[in-house]
């Protein structure tokens, strides 16, 4: 009889340690808006806390600059893009193949890319209609954010093979008819801002370096409009600078 106890409690613990588990993730979601969005995300969820807490986080409005002799990065991009997904939070696009960035004397290799609209980043607090994250995880698990923002111009032929196979309804991915190389959507250009950041989505990550291409490129209005029709608003407000300078 009481070794059928010590199996009830335990079974009843059990049940509750899934129950809390259900309940914790659904309490963790987050969005750019209302209870659970960018001034709440330290709230959520305890891993969630660098959002609040953090020093060093992403975006921000670079305005506080010093001049500096910045190395040029050796930009390896031989894979494609091979397949797009609105996740419910941005436009996010993986990749194959040998894609490498290195700076520092450290190779980055590219995981995926993804977009912001309007830009999170600001340049003298002004944002561009859609910024464009590449994002880079090193061997040793350092992160390496490229940021290029775009501006109203000609059409971009890299979004229309974006937009020609993306599923518009959240979580339904589909692979690029046509693939292409994810350097097609750099500037000629590669004059560049740095500083030192955080993710801008939850957890908040800190100690990712950001390289912001100065140089926009253009899409087309039709081709931003369609790209925020799908995402809507989902940039995160800028963040302090604090004691942080802008290296250019």
Not at 24 to 30: K, P, T, V
Not at 34 to 41: A, E, I, Q, R, T
Not at 83 to 105: A, L, M, Y
Not at 220 to 226: G, I, N, P, T, W
Request: glycine share 6%.
């Amino acid at each position: 009889m009481k070794r059928l106890v010590m199996i009830c409690v335990a079974a009843a613990f059990a049940l509750a340690g899934v129950t809390g588990e259900r309940d914790h993730a659904e309490h963790a979601h987050w969005s750019y808006k209302g209870k659970n969005g960018p001034v709440h995300w330290g709230q959520i969820d305890p891993k969630f806390r660098l959002c609040a807490l953090g020093a060093n986080q992403s975006p921000v409005n670079m305005n506080r600059f010093i001049e500096a002799e910045l190395p040029n990065p050796k930009v390896r991009y031989t894979g494609n893009a091979k397949e797009v997904v609105n996740n419910g939070h941005t436009i996010k696009v993986s990749t194959i193949g040998k894609n490498e960035f290195t700076i520092d004397g450290i190779p980055f290799d590219l995981v995926q890319f993804h977009f912001h609209t309007p830009s999170e980043n600001t340049i003298n607090g002004k944002h561009f209609p859609m910024e464009a994250h590449l994002v880079h995880k090193s061997k040793d698990g350092e992160y390496l954010v490229v940021a290029l923002m775009f501006q109203e111009g000609q059409p971009n032929l890299a979004l229309s093979r974006i937009l020609a196979d993306l599923d518009p309804r959240p979580n339904h991915p589909k692979k690029l008819k046509e693939m292409f190389n994810p350097g097609d959507l750099f500037p000629k250009k590669v004059d560049y801002y740095r500083y030192e950041g955080s993710f801008t989505t939850p957890p908040c990550t800190e100690g990712v370096r950001w390289i912001v291409f100065k140089t926009p490129v253009e899409a087309s209005k039709e081709q931003l409009e369609q790209m925020q029709k799908i995402m809507g608003h989902n940039n995160r407000p800028t963040q302090p600078l604090h004691a942080r300078v802008i290296l250019k």
